[in-house]
């Protein structure tokens, strides 16, 4: 797929890899719907305009159905079509199992998989209709072998994987595709709070020995995007971490 002038949807995309992720697709010539729960900084839109391409700010709760079907709306009111979709939004709420509450684990399985169902859900319906159209889901390492502390998160993103992979079944039957991003130790406001000690040990485990970029990650997504006979499939980017 030749990216200049289609049109990206990137969920949670006012920082971190979502950021960059609508950096790398707007560099590669698309124009960006930028998302966030309450706000987007206009020096981002500004950012994402300066590579010569139309930006566009769509704000909701990708756990909410209502909020969805909004989105939507507004999102194809903005530019009439929507080739791109990528699922990026995610929280994490870290307990040991035998300490997780009820609401702990739900709160994370309905942002990060029941959040990425409904968006995959409302947009396939427009992309069925144009016969065309690709889904990029951000999944994680996690949901790959699990971690201690994080049975929620891992759930989550283990449940993205099986969806990512029914979706590109789905999906082939009108030329979409759908793939998925496990990243590894990305720098992130979340790695950025971990202890030296912390980030030590888990660098034994990395055969590249350090964090990623969140370009890196970014880099993917485009890549996927580009690339027409890929679906379906599971890219880690995780300096080796699953090896």
């Given at each position: 797929?030749?990216?200049?002038e289609?049109v990206?949807?990137?969920?949670?995309?006012?920082?971190?890899?979502?950021q960059?992720?609508?950096q790398a697709?707007?560099?590669?010539?698309?124009?960006?719907?930028l998302n966030a729960?309450t706000a987007?900084?206009?020096e981002?839109?500004a950012?994402i305009?300066s590579?010569?391409?139309?930006?566009?700010?769509v704000?909701?709760?990708?756990?909410?159905a209502?909020?969805v079907?909004?989105?939507v709306?507004?999102?194809?009111a903005?530019?009439?079509q929507i080739?791109?979709?990528?699922n990026?939004?995610?929280?994490t709420?870290?307990?040991?199992l035998?300490g997780?509450k009820?609401?702990?684990f739900a709160?994370v399985?309905?942002?990060?998989?029941?959040?990425?169902?409904?968006m995959?859900?409302?947009?396939?319906?427009?992309m069925?209709k144009?016969k065309?159209g690709?889904?990029?889901?951000l999944?994680?390492v996690?949901?790959?072998?699990?971690?201690?502390?994080?049975?929620?998160y891992?759930a989550?993103k283990?449940?993205?994987?099986g969806l990512t992979?029914s979706?590109?079944k789905?999906?082939?039957?009108r030329?979409?595709?759908a793939n998925a991003i496990?990243p590894?130790?990305i720098?992130?406001?979340?790695t950025?709070?971990?202890?030296?000690k912390?980030?030590?040990?888990?660098?034994t485990e990395?055969?590249?020995?350090?964090?990623?970029?969140a370009?890196?990650?970014a880099?993917?997504?485009?890549?996927?995007?580009q690339?027409?006979?890929?679906t379906?499939?599971?890219?880690?980017?995780?300096?080796g971490?699953?090896i």
């Amino acid at each position: 797929m030749d990216l200049k002038e289609k049109v990206v949807f990137i969920s949670g995309s006012s920082r971190g890899i979502g950021q960059a992720i609508a950096q790398a697709f707007a560099k590669a010539g698309s124009n960006v719907i930028l998302n966030a729960r309450t706000a987007v900084k206009p020096e981002l839109v500004a950012q994402i305009e300066s590579y010569g391409v139309k930006a566009a700010v769509v704000l909701g709760d990708i756990s909410q159905a209502s909020d969805v079907k909004r989105m939507v709306k507004e999102a194809y009111a903005a530019f009439g079509q929507i080739d791109i979709l990528v699922n990026n939004a995610g929280i994490t709420n870290d307990k040991l199992l035998i300490g997780m509450k009820e609401a702990d684990f739900a709160s994370v399985i309905d942002v990060n998989l029941k959040g990425t169902f409904l968006m995959s859900q409302a947009f396939l319906k427009k992309m069925y209709k144009q016969k065309a159209g690709v889904i990029i889901n951000l999944a994680s390492v996690i949901g790959l072998h699990g971690n201690v502390g994080q049975a929620n998160y891992a759930a989550s993103k283990a449940g993205v994987i099986g969806l990512t992979k029914s979706l590109a079944k789905e999906g082939a039957l009108r030329n979409i595709r759908a793939n998925a991003i496990a990243p590894g130790m990305i720098v992130s406001d979340m790695t950025a709070v971990l202890s030296d000690k912390v980030k030590a040990d888990i660098m034994t485990e990395i055969p590249l020995k350090r964090f990623g970029q969140a370009d890196e990650v970014a880099q993917t997504a485009v890549f996927l995007a580009q690339n027409d006979y890929i679906t379906g499939q599971v890219i880690t980017v995780d300096g080796g971490m699953t090896i």
